[in-house]
């Protein structure tokens, strides 16, 4: 037995991702664009502590599902690269209307593990 997918009614937004893939010859950074569907983007004023000690507030959490949200990602090796080629992962996103809800800065990437837990249910991304 499994947890159940995330309602679809609540995945109405649309999130693009801009996962940085290196500097061009002008030190700009370039990114790779992965469009998902059917998230769900959550207003959040939660304060957590950074990796260097410091406090941050988280501006929203975007929930995307591993059944309903398509393409299906692994977000914390996107997360990952990003970091890696110079920066973290940035998301714009956007409601059922086609108003950009906001452009954000993917600070945490959390797997939420379905029961039992042998897979990812669904994916918490904290933004700021």
């Given at each position: 037995?499994?947890?159940?997918?995330?309602?679809?009614?609540?995945?109405?937004?649309?999130?693009?991702?801009?996962?940085?893939?290196?500097?061009?010859?002008?030190?700009?950074?370039?990114?790779?664009?992965?469009?998902?569907?059917?998230?769900?983007?959550q207003?959040?004023?939660?304060?957590?502590?950074?990796?260097?000690?410091?406090?941050?507030?988280?501006?929203?959490?975007l929930?995307?599902?591993?059944?309903?949200?398509?393409?299906?990602?692994?977000?914390?090796?996107?997360?990952?690269?990003?970091?890696?080629?110079?920066?973290?992962?940035?998301?714009?996103?956007?409601?059922?209307?086609?108003?950009?809800?906001?452009?954000?800065?993917?600070?945490v990437?959390?797997?939420?593990?379905?029961?039992?837990?042998?897979?990812?249910?669904?994916?918490?991304?904290?933004?700021?």
């Amino acid at each position: 037995m499994s947890l159940t997918p995330i309602p679809t009614r609540m995945l109405h937004d649309t999130a693009v991702f801009h996962v940085v893939t290196g500097m061009d010859r002008w030190q700009e950074k370039t990114y790779t664009h992965y469009t998902v569907r059917n998230v769900h983007l959550q207003n959040d004023l939660d304060s957590i502590k950074g990796a260097d000690n410091t406090e941050v507030q988280l501006r929203g959490i975007l929930f995307v599902d591993t059944r309903r949200s398509t393409p299906a990602l692994d977000f914390t090796a996107l997360q990952k690269a990003s970091l890696e080629a110079g920066d973290t992962m940035r998301v714009t996103v956007t409601d059922a209307s086609g108003a950009e809800a906001g452009d954000f800065a993917v600070l945490v990437v959390d797997g939420v593990p379905d029961v039992p837990a042998t897979r990812i249910h669904h994916w918490e991304l904290g933004l700021v």
